[in-house]
């Protein structure tokens, strides 16, 4: 394993809201080093996508440090964060603003961080994500949701970031559609050697794109896995087994 | 064994402004006592399809076919009256979202009551007694708590499961589940299939099952239509899927990423518009 | 280029650049637009109404304020004459003062939605997008304003700074924003956690940029419904003032004036009232189909 690129140490998120508090996220660790693809699984509420959010700045870190490169991140994050870490959205209907144009979703972070160069970089971009100049001028809603999640990959690499955060790139989408997507997504990890951190309720996608693995459930890490072993279906918690045989399809009752 | 559901040349059609759009395009098939998977991705009709059987056809939609007929009778000229007699009575479906589905200001046990209503001529306490062993029935732990409970108050698993119970609760003879697990975790889905399975067997029920997890479909059905841009593609056994002979059927199949570790790249799926004629 | 249409290249699915991409969706807009027949009768009437007001003094046969002869041409009825509608207690033509009359209520309109409009905007969008403290002190301000009938405020406006039509303009516009504050405070509030804002946010973007460029742009085609549909309110509200002599002072032929001068002679010289109250009407009118049609056009929560 190479140097460390990533790393959350006893990460704990809360949410208040009025009376209540939500502990979301409840001391989780791990590291992702440079150029690795690192997942975490989980159900819905056990946190998995929070631990995203509180990386870039949209969930507050409650107690724990998160660390950039061995720095650890300031709150509110500095504009430059955002040079480094990207992060592409669940869901290509919500996360593109539907009266902008793409060239307007691309050219935007060009103009916030002053980037020369943005007729070709805009281009370039929408190139390497398979859509060609001929998408530029137009509104999200001719697109199909494929083509969307495109764009926010393009949205998210334009500003050559280091670490990529994918929050379920492909839960919305079809599956034919899905392996085109993980396909692209492969790609570029291997053509700019980024480092990925990815989220999915799906054992299967996170087992194709992730050297190593965290399971969450409930706030906590469960279980920290290689590829190797998911593949062999060596996992020693109860609940991983259990969402293996669950992944695996309708399985008429328990043997047990 | 006669057919509990015929359809033949089921053909919906939607107005836009380029002219009619057909979103299913002769579609046919037989149902028994069992449970039928259709599987398709967005924009095959397979929705559509499942709709049209309950003449839920959104307007402006249009659904016209050669032969729709339910156990005997005749659902193509079908009178209001008759669909109401039918609806909710002999044949239900169960949603994507329960959050959408249930009445967000009333009790569920109160909705229960409701479905049952239109069924016999019985007391309010034995409806009462009839929907909590429905509740239970879904695995539903705490019956009573959940019978006084309002859908929010209900995880999605819940309330996925509070949604079944109602549409069962009237013991249809045909179900109709459009996507019914997939908004639920795969833990959760395991058990809400659990139920159905169990309606099916032990009721004699008829399911059409609509998703378009053509792992999930092919691991609890008896029966596979594959459907692409409003037609029927392949129809096949679920335990001979991977003898399938289309190659969209077989492209669906191999563009899904496995556990085990498979291709990389993953093969995509190359449509060929000859598929679609 | 080939042969292609106009109509082809706006509605070109791969616009090949960024006017083309905006005028492309504003002529499809417009194509859902002119489908409705009432919306374009509202848009007819307040084009109209502009026109009228621009080219008044072509339009208008008489003087709008100094009359004929006060011996013979008093009270004329109707078609008397080149009179097309009379004329009134001071022998002056009621055409000529109902035209130039548009030019005093479409000041009044256009006035109060350049005031009103981005005051609404600014405190709504700003108010839902922070939350918070700052949420609770602009929200507060807004109920105070709201708390205020419209009328009655205008009414004490005029009271203190004297009788007029700019002052009944203020204090309409006054009163007038609240709503509209409202509106793009709830409006921004189904949007500010929306993934497309948090993406903004991701690209290092400052909260007046994503408030300026993302919210504002979702929130104005509900303001814009909002301050059209309550057009003709503003319109009725200014009549009001006029006729309550609070607005328009004489001689300017103010629509709302010039009823509460016609009152006195309703029973005898019923055209005298009548006339520029049909005006209104027909005006208040426009604005509400125009509304209307925009809101089917635009308000995606009303579309199927």
């Given at each position: 394993m190479g140097a460390v690129m990533l790393d959350a140490d006893d990460l704990h998120v809360t949410f208040r809201s009025g009376g209540d508090t939500v502990k979301a996220v409840r001391g989780v660790s791990f590291a992702v080093a440079r150029g690795e693809s690192f997942g975490i699984v989980g159900e819905s509420g056990s946190g998995k996508s929070t631990v995203l959010r509180a990386i870039c700045g949209l969930a507050p870190t409650t107690a724990g440090t998160i660390r950039l490169d061995g720095t650890p991140l300031t709150d509110p994050r500095p504009a430059s964060f955002y040079r480094h870490v990207q992060m592409v959205f669940q869901d290509p209907y919500a996360s593109l603003h539907p009266r902008h144009t793409i060239d307007k979703v691309l050219s935007e972070p060009l103009a916030i961080h002053g980037f020369d160069r943005r007729e070709e970089r805009i281009e370039a971009a929408l190139n390497d994500v398979g859509l060609g100049g001929d998408f530029r001028f137009r509104y999200p809603h001719q697109l199909s949701g494929g083509q969307r999640q495109r764009v926010a990959v393009a949205r998210a690499l334009i500003l050559e970031p280091e670490v990529l955060l994918l929050d379920e790139p492909t839960s919305a989408l079809d599956a034919s559609i899905q392996a085109e997507v993980l396909n692209l997504l492969d790609r570029i990890r291997a053509e700019r050697g980024l480092t990925y951190l990815m989220v999915s309720h799906d054992l299967a996608v996170v087992a194709h794109m992730c050297d190593r693995l965290v399971v969450m459930q409930h706030g906590l890490a469960v279980e920290e896995l290689t590829r190797e072993a998911l593949a062999a279906h060596r996992a020693e918690t109860d609940y991983t087994r259990k969402l293996l045989s669950a992944s695996e399809g309708y399985t008429p009752a328990e043997a047990s | 064994m006669t057919p509990l559901l015929t359809v033949e040349d089921l053909r919906i059609t939607f107005p836009t402004r380029a002219g009619p759009s057909e979103v299913v395009r002769g579609v046919s098939f037989t149902l028994g006592r069992e449970r039928l998977g259709i599987v398709g991705e967005s924009g095959s009709g397979k929705s559509q399809t499942g709709r049209a059987l309950l003449?839920?056809?959104?307007?402006p939609g249009k659904a016209t076919a050669k032969v729709l007929n339910f156990d005997g009778i005749?659902?193509?000229?079908?009178?209001a009256a008759t669909w109401r007699r039918l609806r909710g009575a002999r044949m239900s479906m169960v949603m994507q979202d329960p959050k959408f589905s249930l009445n967000p200001v009333m009790t569920v046990g109160k909705q229960l009551l409701e479905a049952l209503k239109f069924g016999a001529g019985e007391t309010r306490a034995e409806a009462r007694v009839r929907a909590l062993a429905m509740l239970e029935a879904v695995q539903i732990r705490d019956p009573e708590r959940v019978f006084r409970?309002?859908?929010?108050?209900?995880?999605g698993g819940m309330g996925q499961r509070a949604m079944i119970a109602m549409m069962l609760v009237t013991e249809p003879d045909l179900l109709i589940a459009d996507e019914?697990?997939?908004?639920?975790?795969v833990t959760v889905q395991v058990e809400v299939l659990r139920i159905l399975d169990a309606l099916v067997r032990d009721r004699g029920m008829g399911l059409i099952f609509i998703s378009h997890d053509l792992r999930l479909v092919s691991s609890f059905c008896d029966r596979v239509l594959v459907m692409y841009a409003g037609r029927v593609v392949e129809e096949l056994k679920a335990s001979e899927l991977d003898k399938a002979q289309h190659p969209y059927t077989r492209g669906l199949m191999n563009c899904l990423p496995k556990i085990e570790g498979g291709v990389r790249p993953l093969p995509t799926l190359e449509r060929d518009a000859a598929w679609a004629l | 280029m080939t042969a292609m249409t106009r109509r082809e290249w706006l509605l070109s699915e791969r616009p090949a650049s960024r006017r083309q991409a905006r005028l492309g969706q504003a002529y499809r807009t417009w194509l859902t637009f002119r489908s409705n027949w009432l919306a374009m009768v509202g848009l007819g009437i307040v084009l109209a109404l502009i026109l009228v007001a621009i080219f008044a003094d072509v339009i208008a046969p008489y003087n709008p304020v100094i009359g004929g002869d006060l011996r013979t041409a008093r009270f004329l009825p109707p078609l008397t004459g080149d009179h097309l509608l009379g004329t009134d207690d001071l022998a002056r033509d009621i055409f000529s003062r109902i035209v130039h009359g548009s030019r005093l209520t479409l000041m009044v309109v256009v006035l109060v939605a350049v005031i009103a409009t981005p005051i609404g905007l600014l405190v709504g969008t700003t108010s839902g997008y922070f939350g918070g403290w700052v949420d609770t002190v602009l929200m507060r301000i807004t109920d105070i304003f709201l708390a205020f009938p419209r009328l009655i405020l205008a009414l004490a406006f005029v009271a203190a700074l004297g009788p007029g039509i700019e002052n009944a303009i203020i204090a309409i516009a006054i009163t007038s924003w609240p709503p509209y504050a409202r509106l793009a405070r709830a409006e921004t509030l189904t949007i500010r956690d929306s993934d497309y804002i948090n993406a903004a946010r991701l690209q290092g973007a400052s909260s007046a940029r994503i408030l300026w460029g993302h919210v504002t742009p979702l929130c104005l085609s509900s303001v814009i419904i909002r301050v059209t549909l309550d057009m003709a309110g503003i319109i009725l509200t200014a009549a009001g003032l006029g006729f309550l002599g609070l607005g328009a002072q004489p001689p300017q032929p103010e629509w709302g004036a010039m009823i509460a001068a016609g009152r006195r002679f309703l029973i005898d010289q019923w055209w005298v009232a009548t006339m520029p109250g049909i005006a209104i009407f027909i005006v208040s009118l426009g604005f509400n189909l125009l509304g209307d049609g925009l809101r089917d056009v635009l308000d995606p929560k009303a579309r199927k």
């Amino acid at each position: 394993m190479g140097a460390v690129m990533l790393d959350a140490d006893d990460l704990h998120v809360t949410f208040r809201s009025g009376g209540d508090t939500v502990k979301a996220v409840r001391g989780v660790s791990f590291a992702v080093a440079r150029g690795e693809s690192f997942g975490i699984v989980g159900e819905s509420g056990s946190g998995k996508s929070t631990v995203l959010r509180a990386i870039c700045g949209l969930a507050p870190t409650t107690a724990g440090t998160i660390r950039l490169d061995g720095t650890p991140l300031t709150d509110p994050r500095p504009a430059s964060f955002y040079r480094h870490v990207q992060m592409v959205f669940q869901d290509p209907y919500a996360s593109l603003h539907p009266r902008h144009t793409i060239d307007k979703v691309l050219s935007e972070p060009l103009a916030i961080h002053g980037f020369d160069r943005r007729e070709e970089r805009i281009e370039a971009a929408l190139n390497d994500v398979g859509l060609g100049g001929d998408f530029r001028f137009r509104y999200p809603h001719q697109l199909s949701g494929g083509q969307r999640q495109r764009v926010a990959v393009a949205r998210a690499l334009i500003l050559e970031p280091e670490v990529l955060l994918l929050d379920e790139p492909t839960s919305a989408l079809d599956a034919s559609i899905q392996a085109e997507v993980l396909n692209l997504l492969d790609r570029i990890r291997a053509e700019r050697g980024l480092t990925y951190l990815m989220v999915s309720h799906d054992l299967a996608v996170v087992a194709h794109m992730c050297d190593r693995l965290v399971v969450m459930q409930h706030g906590l890490a469960v279980e920290e896995l290689t590829r190797e072993a998911l593949a062999a279906h060596r996992a020693e918690t109860d609940y991983t087994r259990k969402l293996l045989s669950a992944s695996e399809g309708y399985t008429p009752a328990e043997a047990s | 064994m006669t057919p509990l559901l015929t359809v033949e040349d089921l053909r919906i059609t939607f107005p836009t402004r380029a002219g009619p759009s057909e979103v299913v395009r002769g579609v046919s098939f037989t149902l028994g006592r069992e449970r039928l998977g259709i599987v398709g991705e967005s924009g095959s009709g397979k929705s559509q399809t499942g709709r049209a059987l309950l003449g839920l056809t959104p307007p402006p939609g249009k659904a016209t076919a050669k032969v729709l007929n339910f156990d005997g009778i005749d659902l193509k000229n079908a009178s209001a009256a008759t669909w109401r007699r039918l609806r909710g009575a002999r044949m239900s479906m169960v949603m994507q979202d329960p959050k959408f589905s249930l009445n967000p200001v009333m009790t569920v046990g109160k909705q229960l009551l409701e479905a049952l209503k239109f069924g016999a001529g019985e007391t309010r306490a034995e409806a009462r007694v009839r929907a909590l062993a429905m509740l239970e029935a879904v695995q539903i732990r705490d019956p009573e708590r959940v019978f006084r409970a309002y859908p929010h108050e209900l995880s999605g698993g819940m309330g996925q499961r509070a949604m079944i119970a109602m549409m069962l609760v009237t013991e249809p003879d045909l179900l109709i589940a459009d996507e019914p697990t997939s908004a639920l975790d795969v833990t959760v889905q395991v058990e809400v299939l659990r139920i159905l399975d169990a309606l099916v067997r032990d009721r004699g029920m008829g399911l059409i099952f609509i998703s378009h997890d053509l792992r999930l479909v092919s691991s609890f059905c008896d029966r596979v239509l594959v459907m692409y841009a409003g037609r029927v593609v392949e129809e096949l056994k679920a335990s001979e899927l991977d003898k399938a002979q289309h190659p969209y059927t077989r492209g669906l199949m191999n563009c899904l990423p496995k556990i085990e570790g498979g291709v990389r790249p993953l093969p995509t799926l190359e449509r060929d518009a000859a598929w679609a004629l | 280029m080939t042969a292609m249409t106009r109509r082809e290249w706006l509605l070109s699915e791969r616009p090949a650049s960024r006017r083309q991409a905006r005028l492309g969706q504003a002529y499809r807009t417009w194509l859902t637009f002119r489908s409705n027949w009432l919306a374009m009768v509202g848009l007819g009437i307040v084009l109209a109404l502009i026109l009228v007001a621009i080219f008044a003094d072509v339009i208008a046969p008489y003087n709008p304020v100094i009359g004929g002869d006060l011996r013979t041409a008093r009270f004329l009825p109707p078609l008397t004459g080149d009179h097309l509608l009379g004329t009134d207690d001071l022998a002056r033509d009621i055409f000529s003062r109902i035209v130039h009359g548009s030019r005093l209520t479409l000041m009044v309109v256009v006035l109060v939605a350049v005031i009103a409009t981005p005051i609404g905007l600014l405190v709504g969008t700003t108010s839902g997008y922070f939350g918070g403290w700052v949420d609770t002190v602009l929200m507060r301000i807004t109920d105070i304003f709201l708390a205020f009938p419209r009328l009655i405020l205008a009414l004490a406006f005029v009271a203190a700074l004297g009788p007029g039509i700019e002052n009944a303009i203020i204090a309409i516009a006054i009163t007038s924003w609240p709503p509209y504050a409202r509106l793009a405070r709830a409006e921004t509030l189904t949007i500010r956690d929306s993934d497309y804002i948090n993406a903004a946010r991701l690209q290092g973007a400052s909260s007046a940029r994503i408030l300026w460029g993302h919210v504002t742009p979702l929130c104005l085609s509900s303001v814009i419904i909002r301050v059209t549909l309550d057009m003709a309110g503003i319109i009725l509200t200014a009549a009001g003032l006029g006729f309550l002599g609070l607005g328009a002072q004489p001689p300017q032929p103010e629509w709302g004036a010039m009823i509460a001068a016609g009152r006195r002679f309703l029973i005898d010289q019923w055209w005298v009232a009548t006339m520029p109250g049909i005006a209104i009407f027909i005006v208040s009118l426009g604005f509400n189909l125009l509304g209307d049609g925009l809101r089917d056009v635009l308000d995606p929560k009303a579309r199927k």
